[in-house]
Antibody, heavy 120, light 107 residues
């Protein structure tokens, strides 16, 4: 079964750090661009970051640039999001998502999400 | 960045009828548009990409159309499980942006 499973969310104080992980299974992880998307409670979807298959290309939303870093380990079939200098407005469910082959930026597989709560 | 505007915010339709959801881009996104469905407490699910290509396993009652700045998601013969939230997303230009969502409710 094709699956993405996030972990690492939790409660953290403002200014703190957290690393999210996304374990992939059921497909050739190294062949797909991967993304992080977040959703604040009761709000819509916001794209956060993306990474190419070989990690050579990454992009981050302006709202997280310089604070968050996307990375991957193809040997471990795992995607990461290192989050530093967290703010209250970073509170959200964080989803990892797989980009469609050849399209990259439409997402055909999503994880169940992991909640990050930043307390001020 | 490209602003995606969905209308209406809430759409009331009776089961068995057709629903038409709209999505407008602040500038052309060509056909680089996707639609997602999100049920409460769940992750989004891809319905349509390339403006009109149904994702694998999606029922034929879901269809997409449009190009440039105007897009439509049509759900024919609404089923009970279809009354949830729908988002459009453009991936033509960075950064990727989503619409604010349309809540489909039972009339």
């Amino acid at each position: 079964e094709v699956q993405l499973v996030e972990s690492g969310g939790g409660l953290v104080q403002s200014g703190g750090s957290l690393t999210l992980s996304c374990a992939a299974s059921g497909f050739t992880f190294s062949s797909y661009w991967m993304q992080w998307v977040r959703q604040a409670p009761g709000k819509g979807l916001v794209w956060v970051a993306r990474i190419s298959t070989d990690e050579s290309r990454t992009s981050h939303a302006d709202s997280v640039k310089g604070r968050f870093t996307i990375a991957r380990d193809n040997a471990k079939n795992t995607l990461y999001l290192q989050m530093n200098s967290l703010r209250a407005e970073d509170t959200a469910v964080y989803y990892c998502a797989r980009g469609i082959v050849g399209v990259f930026d439409a997402f055909d597989i999503w994880g169940q999400g992991t909640m990050v709560t930043v307390s001020s | 960045e490209i602003v995606m505007t969905q209308s209406p915010a809430t759409l009331s339709v009776s089961p068995g009828e057709r629903a038409t959801l709209s999505c407008r881009a602040s500038q052309s996104v060509s056909s680089n548009l996707a639609w997602y469905q999100q049920k409460p407490g769940q992750a989004p699910r891809l319905l349509i990409y390339g403006a009109s290509t149904r994702a694998t396993g999606m029922p034929a009652r879901f269809s997409g159309s449009g190009s440039g700045t105007e897009f439509t998601l049509t759900i024919s013969s609404l089923q009970s499980e279809d009354f949830v939230v729908y988002y459009c997303q453009q991936y033509n230009k960075w950064p990727i942006t989503f619409g604010q969502g349309t809540q489909l409710e039972i009339k």
